[in-house]
């Protein structure tokens, strides 16, 4: 059974970065897309950055200080965040999909205060 593992969230200072990594367990063959969403407390799941046939697109509060890698030979999926904000506090969940199955992780915690 096929299973992301994130790692990389933890407590920084606003102004701070950090990088996020999700790694999938098994082999999966045909991934399409990759992505990074969020979810604070009381709010909906919320896309953060995405990667579709090797073109990236942002959610218009991260544009330009975070950045969304992805190493097809690893199956991993890299999320660089820089200039960090306490409303980038959220769980930070990776995707990874296929034509056939969605593939999420467990979400690990970003948490930006000082």
């Known amino acids: 059974q096929v299973q992301l593992v994130e790692s990389g969230g933890g407590l920084v200072q606003p102004g701070g970065s950090l990088r996020l990594s999700c790694a999938a367990s098994?082999?999966?063959?045909?991934?399409?897309?990759v992505g990074w969403y969020r979810q604070a407390p009381g709010e909906q799941r919320e896309l953060v950055a995405r990667m579709r046939y090797g073109v990236a697109d942002y959610a218009d509060s991260v544009k330009g200080r975070f950045t969304i890698s992805r190493d097809n030979a690893k199956n991993m999926v890299n999320l660089q965040m820089n200039n960090l904000k306490p409303e980038d506090t959220a769980v930070y969940f990776c995707l990874m999909r296929t034509i056939e199955h969605d593939y999420w992780g467990q979400g690990t915690q970003v948490t930006v205060s000082s």
């Open positions: 098994g082999g999966i063959g045909g991934i399409n897309i």
